[in-house]
């Protein structure tokens, strides 16, 4: 199945609403770790988070983007914008 990078950027000094939300987000994506191949936070120069990178395995790019709108970090109205791209492994460890 392809692949697809999720680039989110967080809205401007929305950190608390990514706190409050971190547990429902980390169960989301236990729960779909079958597509859920790779992820985590994009930092800022203090090491707050300001995004995230998620890899997803998906169907076509219109499910990789059904399952990204259930997560609850996109749910909470956290991100101020999200890109879908297709996304092929090349070097690294397996996906």
């Known amino acids: 199945m392809p ?4 680039i989110c950027q ?3 000094d ?8 971190r547990e429902a987000h980390l169960s989301f994506l236990a729960a779909h770790a079958a ?3 790779l992820g ?4 800022d120069a203090a090491e707050k988070p300001v995004g995230s990178l998620l890899i997803v395995e998906a169907a076509d790019e219109a499910a990789a983007k ?12 956290l991100f101020a914008s999200v890109e ?6 090349v070097v690294g460890a397996e996906l």
Do not use: I, M
Not at 3 to 6: G, N, Q, S, V, Y
Not at 66 to 76: F, G, H, N, T, V
């Open 10 to 12: 967080d809205k401007p």
């Open 84 to 89: 879908v791209k297709p996304w092929k492994r």
């Open 66 to 77: 059904a399952l990204l709108a259930e997560d609850p970090y996109a749910e909470a109205g």
């Open 14 to 21: 929305h950190v608390a609403l990514r706190l409050a939300t």
């Open 3 to 6: 692949l697809f990078a999720a």
């Open 40 to 43: 985590g936070p994009f930092l």
């Open 35 to 37: 597509q859920v191949k």
